[in-house]
């Protein structure tokens, strides 16, 4: 192999990219009634002074949400029912129907992406290219080496 094709070796190897990778992780979330109380408690017993239900109808419909609301208890959700009625609120509305129970904890499965997985460097993008890096043939060993040690160094932080 001349030097001229080797070095268009060398270019390739060090200029692969690796396709993204789609890995979705299930976590179970839990909400309690206290954590529910600490986000919104202080602004649903404050909204029962009429002269300020408007001032406080924003930030409290920006940080309810259907969790909370399943883990509050009765005499909360009665308010926020009579509060989500005169406001028009038709999601807090739904969510208070769905919330008959007197749960003290509520749990559920959110998915979503692996942010450190869906990276573009990711370690499973890093172990992608380096299997690349392997599978090249006719590539200067010295330029593989060199790759492998810049990629080893990138797996270097996800290892503890």
Same mark, same amino acid.
Do not use: C
């Given at each position: ?48 002074? =009429? ?34 009625? =005169? =406001? +028009? ?22 998915? +979503? ?6 990276? +573009? ?40």
């Amino acid at each position: 192999m001349s030097h001229e094709q080797q070095s268009s070796v060398q270019r390739l190897i060090v200029r692969t990219e690796s396709p993204l990778p789609s890995v979705l992780v299930q976590e179970t979330v839990t909400i309690t009634r206290e954590d529910a109380l600490a986000a919104v408690g202080s602004l649903i017993d404050t909204m029962r002074d =009429f002269r300020r239900i408007k001032d406080l109808s924003t930030p409290l419909k920006e940080t309810l949400t259907e969790p909370m609301v399943i883990v509050l208890p009765p005499d909360m959700k009665m308010w926020l029912n009579v509060w989500a009625a =005169f =406001f +028009g609120f038709d999601d807090i509305k739904r969510w208070l129907e769905g919330a008959t129970e007197d749960k003290r904890q509520h749990s559920w499965i959110q998915v +979503g992406e692996n942010p450190l997985l869906w990276s +573009g460097r990711g370690p499973t993008a890093i172990l992608d290219e380096m299997r690349q890096v392997m599978n090249v043939e006719g590539v200067d060993e010295a330029a593989r080496r060199r790759k492998m040690h810049l990629l080893i160094d990138q797996m270097q932080v996800y290892i503890p």
